[in-house]
């Protein structure tokens, strides 16, 4: 059985910075096409950004392009999302999901999905 657990949400100031980190066990890490996604009040979930199971393409949301960054490491079976710059706007729940089957931005292509960590950005 695979899990997905999300960690390092919390509150942050605009301008700052935060980086959530994503653990899958019970899987094959290494063959996963790892995204996140995030849920504001009130709004639908949204793409934030994936990457290929091979680590070597990545693709980001028009608004968080050039401030977030995505990574993921086979050997700690992790994904990381690394985000700079923050704005309130970036205030959401943030949903990590493993795609078996080369997922892009709808989360229909994935297969396994954490739980959520609140990311709070104040101004």
């Known amino acids: 059985q695979v899990h997905v657990l999300e960690s390092g949400g919390g509150s942050v100031p605009a301008g700052g910075s935060q980086r959530l980190s994503c653990l899958v066990s019970?899987?094959?890490?290494?063959?996963?096409?790892m995204a996140w996604f995030r849920q504001a009040p009130g709004k639908e979930r949204e793409f934030v950004a994936y990457?290929?199971?091979?680590?070597?393409?990545?693709k980001y949301a028009d608004s968080v392009k050039g401030r977030f960054t995505i990574s993921k490491d086979n050997d700690k079976t992790t994904a990381y999302l690394q985000m700079s710059s923050l704005k309130p706007e970036d205030t959401a729940v943030y949903f990590c999901?493993?795609?078996?089957?080369?997922?892009?931005?709808?989360?229909?292509?994935?297969?396994?999905w954490g739980q959520g960590t609140q990311v709070t950005v104040s101004s």
């Open positions: 019970g899987g094959t890490f290494n063959t996963y096409t």
């Open positions: 999901a493993a795609s078996r089957f080369g997922g892009l931005e709808s989360e229909k292509e994935y297969d396994y």
């Open positions: 990457i290929l199971w091979h680590g070597h393409s990545t």
